[in-house]
Every structure is written in structure tokens, then in C-alpha cells.
């Protein structure tokens, strides 16, 4: 450490030292508790602590649970700064702003462009188990007291390898028995929803306790481009005390105007086949937003303060869906192309219309775009699905009243009796009276 940058941290100290002074006062000892307390999930700061791993280009992580405290492991290549504490305001504006400085700070964030972690707010959720988080960095090694006071360690962990960087974070809170935030944060673990699935640098994450081990991979098995769309055939693992869970996608995904990526996930069936899933919106990780599609959805969302909802009536969300919307009638051709379009599509993509709010109502977000973009390619491309994976048009295509007619009539007979060139029955398994007796009237209307 050179003595700058500990001149810098010494005067952190005295500063945030003041600040704890204010905040200890009665009067604002609820602004801690309204930091903290933003969570209706309060293992929610595994997903925070992920984030900032993958911001500072960590390639793997490891929670290892304790009786006494989680220990939090991490590669990453950017390592913790300091810097002056009277050039917060200018350094925060340009970018500058020294992780200790964030970390000890209250909605003061390192954050840039490319980053998608809050060291100020967000990390502050690993107050709900530890009242002193200690943090093991190469170049340097320090505590939090008071919530943001930073103090130096005397001493370094023995085993952390030099180009790891560790957090530590005891179960020291008075009202929480460590055995009640043990237990917690290994239900936690054990129950993460796809947490590298939308990351850029971390690949794995795993964690281990006194007799459960885990880890979470992302195995990509085939990558097409087309139209500025990539296309990943992936499998996300789970391997949990020798057993093993996967779940396979089809992951769509093109850059937002703010440089990160949107992406729209399909669920993928043993069979290799498209299936419904239900999954919130992610914005990296999953919020609380329900979307009601079968399918998923990511974009770098303007979140709620405690990142479980998308923001409503801002102009940026409102973009970032039409994005996604026009990238999810986009991706229609290329699950034609891969002969992955069925009558099971209508499983999938929206089509009653009564389940989506109106774009403009401020107090929801709308997911309706999604509905009118993948309706409108579906009345102007050729992806109506026909028998022998076989697609048509919208004007070429006729929907049987009766699915046994399908049975009866050929598609040649069928271009003779109506006189329409290349003629085909569409949706062949599925007759509008079976949709009906179904009571699917939405579905009904839909397809005629």
C-alpha cells in the first residue's frame, strides 16, 4: 500500500466516523434499517454479492457456509481502490470514485456504463446477517464498522490465495441466532434461479457447507448469428451433493442501446422441444416482475430501490420492452428455420389479450408490446405451423373447424376444393371446436 493511498484511507475513516455520529443519532437510526430492511427476501445479497463479482471480471465464485459466517470467494481481476474522500462528489460524476469509498457510502455508487453491481446500496443487504463484514484484497485488507466505517486489518487470511479476493461476513447480529442465518442462506443457495445465466464473466458459482456442496455451471453447446441475433443452445447445471438438475435453453440475444444484452429464453423439453416456462423478468437476475409469457425475458431494467421490480412509467423500461418484444417476433423465424415451430408454440407465445395492461398506464409495466409484435409477424411471415413441419402464410392457411378434417382432406385436395394455391390446414392438431369445448375462446379468437 502506498502512503497516498492510506493517507486517502485515513481520512475515509475520520469521514465516515463522522457520518456514523449522524446516523447512531435517534432521530436518523431509521435510515440504516430502510437501507437494510429494502428486501422482502433477505438472502437476497447472494445476488448482489454475485453482481459486484462479476463487475470486477471474477470468473468463478464460491460461497463456503459456516456455523459462525459465510466466507465469499471470488477471482476477480479489479481490485478494491480508495480514493480521496474530498473528491467524492467529482469522482462519483466521473466515474472515479474508489470502491472502499462506495462500499462505506450510502446511494454513492462506483458504477459505470458496463457495470451492472451498487456497491452503495446493494451490498448494504449483508447487513441483515453480519454487523462487520471483513474483505480480504490483495492490495488490501479491511473491516466495516457502524455500517460504513472502514478500518484496516491487522492481519490477512492464511489460506486465501494472493489473487483472490474474500469477504467474510460473521453472524454477529443480536437479533438473528447464527444458526437461523446459516440455515437460511443454505436454503438460499441450494435455490438460486439461474445465477450465470445473463453474466458476461462469471461462469460458475459454487458453495459448500458442513455436508451440502454445490455448484451452478453454464455448458453452451451451439452458437448461431443471423440478423445481428445470437443464438445459444445452453444447458444450465446444477450439481448438488452428487445429484444433477439441468434445464436447457434457447437463449436470443442482441445489445441494447445502453451496450448490455436483452435476451429472450425458450425452455427446451428432453425431447429437444419448445416448453412453457415461468420465470419473472430478469434484469441479470430474477426480480419479482411477473410477465404472464412462457418464456424468459432480460434486459438492463431500470430497477425499483429493492431491484424486485421494473420500474413503471420510465421511458427507458418502456424502450427495453419494445427491444425485447421486436426480438421475440425476430427470433420466429429462426425456431422455423431450425424446425422448432409446432402447434406447441401456442403454449408459448401470448395471445389473451386480457392479461396485459396498456403501454402509458404509470402504474405497471406493460409486457402487452410482446403480444402485438409476435401477433403481427405471425400475420406476415410464413411460420403458421402446417402438417409435415411444413409452414404457411396467413393467406394461404385454413384452420379446421373439426381437427379430423385435417384426417379427411388432404392439403392437396384442400387447394382443390377452395382453389387457393399452395393451400395448407394450419395448427393440424388443434380444431376450433376442441379449442372451444376447451373453453379457450381467447385462444380461438387468436387464431382466426
Known amino acids: 500500500m502506498t502512503e497516498q493511498v492510506k493517507q486517502w484511507f485515513d481520512a475515509l475513516t475520520q469521514d465516515r466516523s463522522e457520518s456514523a455520529r449522524m446516523l447512531e443519532k435517534p432521530s436518523m437510526r431509521g435510515v440504516q434499517r430502510s437501507v437494510v430492511d429494502k428486501y422482502s427476501d433477505q438472502a437476497h445479497f447472494i445476488y448482489e454479492l454475485l453482481q459486484n463479482a462479476d463487475d470486477v471480471k471474477a470468473t468463478t465464485a464460491t460461497f463456503r457456509l459456516e456455523d459462525n459466517g459465510l466466507y465469499f470467494i471470488h477471482n476477480g481481476s479489479v481490485l478494491f481502490s480508495v480514493s480521496n474522500p474530498q473528491n467524492e462528489e467529482a469522482d462519483t460524476k466521473n466515474g472515479k470514485l474508489g470502491h472502499i469509498n462506495a462500499i462505506t457510502s450510502i446511494a454513492n455508487s462506483n458504477k459505470t456504463d458496463t457495470s451492472i453491481g451498487k456497491f452503495g446500496v446493494g451490498f448494504k443487504a449483508v447487513f441483515q446477517y453480519t454487523e462487520k463484514p471483513h474483505i480480504y484484497d490483495p492490495k488490501i485488507q479491511f473491516k466495516i464498522e457502524r455500517f460504513i466505517v472502514p478500518h484496516m ?16 461476513f460473521p453472524f454477529d447480529r443480536k ?34 457447507a458442513a455436508d451440502v456442496t454445490g455448484e451452478y455451471a ?99 423500461n418502456n424502450e427495453l420492452i419494445e427491444q425485447l418484444a421486436e426480438l421475440a417476433a425476430n427470433s420466429l423465424p429462426i425456431l422455423r428455420d431450425e424446425k422448432l415451430i409446432d402447434d406447441g408454440l401456442l403454449e408459448i407465445i401470448p395471445y389473451d389479450d ?94 382466426d
Open 218 to 316: 453454464k455448458e453452451v453447446t451451439r452458437i448461431i448469428k443471423q440478423g445481428g441475433i445470437t443464438v445459444e443452445w445452453i444447458t444450465l447445471v446444477l450439481e448438488l451433493s452428487g445429484g444433477r438438475t439441468a434445464q436447457r435453453l434457447l437463449l436470443f440475444t442482441r445489445n441494447s442501446g445502453s451496450g448490455h444484452p436483452c435476451s429472450i429464453g425458450y425452455a427446451l423439453g428432453e425431447n429437444g422441444r419448445l416448453m412453457p416456462i415461468d420465470r419473472p423478468a430478469f434484469c441479470f437476475f430474477p426480480t419479482k416482475e411477473v410477465t404472464n409469457l412462457n418464456f424468459i425475458l432480460h434486459a438492463p431494467f431500470l430497477l425499483t430501490d429493492s431491484r424486485e421490480g421494473i420500474k413503471a412509467g420510465e421511458k427507458h
Open 354 to 447: 386480457a392479461r396485459f395492461s396498456w403501454p402509458g398506464d404509470r402504474r405497471k409495466i406493460s409486457f402487452r408490446p410482446f403480444l402485438t409484435a409476435i401477433k403481427d409477424k405471425l400475420q406476415t411471415d410464413t411460420l403458421l405451423p402446417a402438417a409435415k413441419m411444413e409452414y404457411s402464410s396467413k393467406s394461404r392457411s385454413y384452420w379446421a373447424s373439426d381437427a379430423d378434417l385435417v384426417g379427411l382432406f388432404s392439403d392437396e385436395q384442400l387447394v382443390q376444393l377452395t382453389g387457393t394455391k399452395n393451400a395448407h390446414w394450419v395448427f393440424p392438431s388443434l380444431g376450433k371446436k376442441e379449442v372451444l369445448n376447451a373453453k379457450k375462446n381467447a385462444l380461438a379468437d387468436y387464431i
Open 175 to 208: 437479533e438473528k441466532q447464527p444458526q437461523e442465518s446459516h440455515d437460511e442462506i443454505l436454503e438460499k443457495l441450494k435455490a438460486l434461479e439461474f445465477p450465470v445465466l445473463f453474466l458476461s464473466s462469471l461462469k460458475s458459482v459454487s458453495f459448500k
Open 153 to 168: 486489518l491487522d492481519a490477512n487470511l492464511e489460506w486465501r490465495e494472493y489473487s483472490e479476493t474474500v469477504f467474510f
